[in-house]
């Protein structure tokens, strides 16, 4: 009976440092498109998503576009790294059931399924402290975007996503610099602001040319600004 102990003891200790070890968020394979885009929208993405598992489950799924427009003469500064335009469609959000879904701004953000868009942040005083890198992505109702043209003016593009966010400022998720363009579709942790970033390769055209396109993302996460 008393050798029975120490093996309990030594299994549960086994089990409670398998259960630290596990990371609170993984990624997996999503095999499909959700229903939500039009037509047109779907045509344009990957039918394999990022699924994004948390402690409660699914938290959420991104699909990127199969192809997005590159600028061919973009050259990075201090603020901006992506060679991407103001309303051009990059993806698919859904926000699972019950995930308690925040984007960058900590606005809780309903389940369903969501354009998104590339947006600059704006530079007009408001947003100081909000992040160093002005690259962001815009989420959208899915059913309010049906067209996947790019959306010519930041007004309607931010008007368009308050619909997500329910408040007078739009759903926004960050970009941050690519650091290592992933080889295939992996979740990062940023230990010191505890950001868990999804970094995924998708297709760019660049004058005709085809060239990859990382994106990282902060699916979990918030500013502190």
Same mark, same amino acid.
């Given at each position: 009976?008393s050798a029975r102990i120490p ?118 005083? *408001? ?71 999804? *970094? ?20 979990v996460g918030a500013s502190e600004?």
């Amino acid at each position: 009976m008393s050798a029975r102990i120490p093996l309990l003891a030594t299994l549960a200790l086994g089990a409670a440092l398998l259960g630290a070890a596990k990371a609170p968020y993984e990624i997996s394979a999503a095999k499909g498109l959700p229903e939500g885009p039009s037509k047109e929208v779907a045509a344009l993405l990957q039918s394999e998503g990022h699924q994004v598992s948390g402690p409660k489950g699914v938290y959420c799924t991104v699909w990127l576009a199969k192809s997005v427009d590159v600028k061919p003469t973009f050259k990075p500064s201090l603020n901006l790294k992506y060679p991407l335009t103001n309303g051009q469609l990059i993806g698919l959000l859904q926000v699972a059931d019950k995930a308690e879904f925040t984007d960058f701004r900590k606005q809780p953000i309903k389940p369903g399924v969501y354009t998104l868009r590339y947006a600059k942040q704006p530079e007009d005083g *408001n947003h100081i402290g909000t992040s160093e890198v002005y690259d962001f992505l815009v989420a959208i109702p899915a059913k309010d975007d049906a067209d996947p043209k790019m959306i010519g003016t930041f007004t309607t593009l931010a008007k368009m996503s308050a619909k997500a966010s329910g408040t007078s400022h739009p759903a926004i998720i960050s970009l941050l610099p690519v650091e290592k363009p992933a080889a295939k579709a992996a979740l990062e942790h940023d230990e010191e602001k505890d950001f868990w970033i999804l *970094n995924a390769t998708t297709g760019g055209k660049a004058d005709k040319t085809d060239v990859p396109m990382s994106l990282r993302l902060v699916v979990v996460g918030a500013s502190e600004g």
